[in-house]
């Protein structure tokens, strides 16, 4: 058996493990807008969006553990709501502090672009990270995602400093 992260559809028993990750990550207040105070996702919610990604051929719920882990990462990709919209997905991705540079980010985004390049649902991935994250970044630009645009202090941090948000795309099969 491989010592990588196994990377596999998120299932409701998924749930609590995810928003136990969610939280984790969220505390750290560097890398996501939300703070943990303002996660009120409960284990059901989680478990019905878990299920909702299932049911929908435009969206993935994904996570990854490796040996002995519990949820090591997370990878949610939502086709827009609207019409015009349906070919679009927003990615999210999080990774545990511990399971960071095992390759588990690495892992989930190959699974996601993978199952994105052989479905037309969906045409384009999207998704936002901060600007100063510099190792996220150079991650989505291995696998093909480029700056789309910038949005200048678009976040303020509780220290009165401000964060640029990036958008970055990717097309599916890219160009």
């Known amino acids: 058996m491989s010592?990588?992260?196994?990377?596999v559809s998120a299932g409701r028993?998924?749930?609590l493990r995810c928003l136990a990750l969610r939280r984790d990550v969220l505390a750290e207040e560097r890398w996501f807008i939300t703070r943990a105070d303002e996660l009120t996702t409960t284990v059901d919610e989680e478990e019905r969006r878990i299920l909702a990604a299932r049911d929908d051929?435009?969206?993935?719920?994904?996570?990854?553990?490796l040996p002995g882990s519990r949820v090591a990462g997370?990878?949610?990709a939502t086709a827009g709501p609207l019409r015009r919209m349906h070919h679009a997905a927003k990615l999210e991705v999080m990774v545990a502090r511990e399971h960071r540079g095992a390759g588990v980010g690495r892992a989930l985004l190959k699974a996601c672009c993978r199952w994105a390049d052989e479905h037309d649902t969906v045409e384009k991935l999207g998704l936002t990270v901060f600007a100063d994250n510099e190792r996220a970044r150079a991650l989505y630009a291995q696998f093909g995602f480029r700056e789309e645009g910038r949005r200048p202090r678009?976040?303020?941090?509780?220290?009165?400093?401000?964060?640029?948000?990036?958008?970055?795309?990717?097309?599916?099969?890219?160009?």
């Open 13 to 15: 028993l998924d749930a």
């Open 154 to 175: 678009e976040y303020r941090m509780a220290d009165g400093t401000y964060r640029d948000d990036v958008l970055l795309h990717r097309f599916c099969p890219p160009d």
């Open 3 to 7: 010592d990588g992260p196994k990377v």
């Open 57 to 65: 051929p435009r969206s993935l719920y994904l996570v990854a553990r």
């Open 74 to 76: 997370l990878l949610t």
